[in-house]
């Protein structure tokens, strides 16, 4: 079965907590601390993979972990960093945020994309030794990885997309112009899967086209099977629209032409703006004044028209010239740009973990999840985002917690990978 959405969970690996230990030697009286470092913990990170085509190793998988870091040890031993977590996705996949849809990636490239990162380690007690605290017997934890919650949709890269009915020969176009090997058949729904393939156009140059299923009425509304590949489309630079000009199933040719462009503004208007080539098959079956019939109406709208029979090569070697010669005026395959996690979702977070506070030899330590990505996101040499973390820190209840565990200026306060003075 072709899956071209999906939703999972990712949690990257916590940090190892830091180590609590003290030197021990023969002869060597009051060693001092050495305990090590916790490892950070591993990233979750989405990874092109050219052997993939569809999203269906995530219908029965929902749930990714990185592994955690390991923890410090004494003798200033740091803990192993957690492995890594790559997931192998076909390309053009899209990932958003499930709740908000934001779109964090678009994986059109090689490049990786890392979708949650890990933990990082906590310090070991020989961070805090000082001159008045010799002996430090608490050390700090390690950060939890990032968890969210992502939406996966396959979005294929094509340069040209094939639009029609189904049975009206977008497959053996595709058959006979590039090296794919669709199935072919003379029955609806033959083609239950998007098809790629590479028109060679000689001299290193080429283009994609996509053979997608074929749409009926209704399809943005989710009947049939075009509703699950209509967003196929989106990322092509131009469209083929191909109709049986014979009208061999009892439809009118240019209804069809009509029911399906209006399927795609319904479905997205920017879709029904892309540039449109017109062919109309199965020429072999059709009287001249049929094809006369449709011709006029097309040209009428100001669109290019080829008759053609695909299964002969008949006017198909035009209709792919004219195709490339209109590419060469078109710009890129659409990318979608990446945004971060919106912050919406980062303070709903905060209503649901709460915080921990406890006071070791005069530091306070506040753990709370939600905190990671913002503190993660915070520019400490900026006011603006000091101000805003010190908020936070009053509206989430933490400043007053403080207060509660009897906190005074001057007192050192230290979250995560964060220390500062605490000042009423």
Request: with cysteine.
């Amino acid at each position: 079965m072709f899956v071209d959405i999906a939703k999972i969970t990712v949690k990257a690996g916590d940090g190892g907590n830091g180590a609590v230990a003290f030197h021990r030697e023969k002869y060597v009286a009051s060693g001092g601390p050495d305990g090590g470092d916790g490892g950070h913990g591993g990233n979750i990170i989405f990874r092109v993979d050219p052997s993939l085509s569809t999203l269906s190793d995530f219908r029965y998988k929902r749930k990714y972990k990185a592994q955690n870091g390991q923890p410090g040890q004494g003798s200033n031993k740091n803990g192993k960093k957690g492995q890594d977590l790559v997931i192998g996705v076909p390309k053009g996949t899209i990932i958003k945020e499930a709740e908000t849809g934001t779109i964090l990636a678009d994986l059109s490239d090689e490049q990786d994309y890392v979708a949650a990162r890990g933990g990082k380690g906590g310090w070991g007690n020989r961070h805090f030794a000082t001159p008045t605290r010799q002996t430090p017997r608490f050390a700090k934890n390690g950060m939890p990885g990032e968890e969210w919650d992502l939406q996966l949709e396959l979005k294929l890269l094509a340069d040209v997309g094939l639009l029609g009915y189904p049975n009206v020969g977008k497959s053996s176009l595709i058959s006979v112009c590039s090296e794919a090997k669709p199935i072919i058949g003379d029955y609806h729904f033959t083609t239950i899967i998007p098809v790629l393939g590479v028109v060679n156009m000689g001299e290193g140059n080429s283009f994609v086209m996509a053979d997608i299923p074929g749409l009926i009425e209704g399809a943005a509304d989710g009947i049939g099977l075009g509703h699950e590949f209509l967003r196929h489309v989106e990322r092509c630079r131009m469209l083929i629209h191909i109709v049986d000009v014979a009208g061999s199933e009892g439809r009118d040719p240019i209804e069809d032409f009509e029911t399906l462009n209006a399927e795609l503004a319904k479905y997205n208007p920017e879709m029904a703006k892309l540039p449109q080539i017109v062919a109309g098959n199965k020429i072999d079956m059709a009287s001249d004044e049929q094809i006369d019939r449709f011709r006029s109406y097309i040209e009428n709208k100001g669109l290019q028209y080829f008759s053609i029979c695909a299964p002969i090569k008949e006017g198909t070697r035009e209709l792919i010239n004219a195709t490339w010669n209109m590419l060469s005026t078109l710009p890129p395959i659409k990318h979608y740009e990446g945004h971060d996690i919106p912050e919406q979702v980062i303070l709903e977070k905060k209503q649901d973990s709460g915080f921990t506070i406890r006071e070791e030899d005069g530091i306070f330590f506040v753990e709370a999840k939600w905190l990671v990505p913002i503190l993660q996101r915070t520019d400490f040499d900026d006011y603006s985002s000091l101000q805003y973390l010190q908020h936070l820190l009053q509206t989430s209840g933490i400043d007053q917690a403080l207060r509660d565990r009897g906190i005074q200026d001057g007192d050192t306060v230290s979250i995560y990978d964060m220390e500062f003075e605490y000042v009423s």
